[in-house]
């Protein structure tokens, strides 16, 4: 079955600095994976998603996420992180009719 | 038009009430999700429609009946809901049961 973990529950950055929020999965045939991210009270947004295309994978608000086959990673990162990156970011992958999410990663990002 | 809507945007409602949320799309889409998710926890799916047939049921209580009257619209029916029922709703929809979901703005329940 297909799995994924995210790792820290919570990630603090200072506006400007690097964001990375960890994503490693578990698949027994090759996988997609997504990020979505929610704002408070609000519904999720896909930031990207892997389909096998290619390993670097650009989405939306220049976040971007790299597929490692050898790590099972699919970390995502943004070169400077702004005040309105502050979000509860979500790791998934697509499972047997459904997705299978990650416990999610807040991202707290300091002036 | 690319969104997913839900309406109510809140709803308070008793253990005793019967009330619908409802959710929307025209993008053409073939599958449709309800997940519940509790505060700063992941999403849980609830039900998946395919083609305007329950593909899934994840073992929900009866007190939830999920409606798919046509492939643009898909209802959630609630009846003698519990307080620990309270959480957001989100509604989603893909083009295909393989393909990524997009999500409404969900509907914040309290059940009091």
């Known amino acids: ?111 | 038009d690319t969104e997913v809507t839900q309406t109510p945007k809140h709803l308070v409602m008793g253990m005793t009430n019967k009330k619908s949320l409802k959710c929307e799309q025209h993008m053409g889409h073939r599958a449709m999700y309800w997940y519940k998710q509790k505060a700063k926890k992941p999403p849980e799916l609830m039900f998946v429609y395919s083609y305007e047939k329950l593909s899934i049921n994840e073992s929900v209580p009866s007190r939830f009946s999920p409606e798919c009257p046509n492939s643009s619209l898909l209802n959630l029916h609630l009846h003698a809901l519990q307080p620990e029922d309270s959480a957001l709703y989100l509604c989603a929809s893909s083009p295909r049961e393989e393909n990524e979901q997009f999500f409404g703005p969900g509907t914040r329940l309290t059940v009091l």
């Open chain 1, 1 to 111: 079955a297909q799995s994924v973990t995210q790792l820290g529950s919570h990630v603090s950055v200072s506006e400007g600095a690097l964001v990375l929020l960890r994503c490693n999965y578990s698949s027994s045939v090759p996988p997609y994976l997504f990020w979505y991210v929610q704002y408070p009270n609000q519904g999720l947004q896909l930031l990207l998603k892997y389909t096998s295309a290619a390993t670097l994978v650009k989405g939306i608000n220049d976040f971007e996420a790299e597929f490692k086959k050898s790590e099972t990673s699919f970390h995502l990162t943004k070169p400077s992180a702004h005040m309105s990156d502050a979000a509860e970011y979500f790791c998934a992958v697509k499972g047997f009719q459904k997705l299978v999410f990650g416990t999610g990663t807040r991202l707290l990002v300091s002036p």
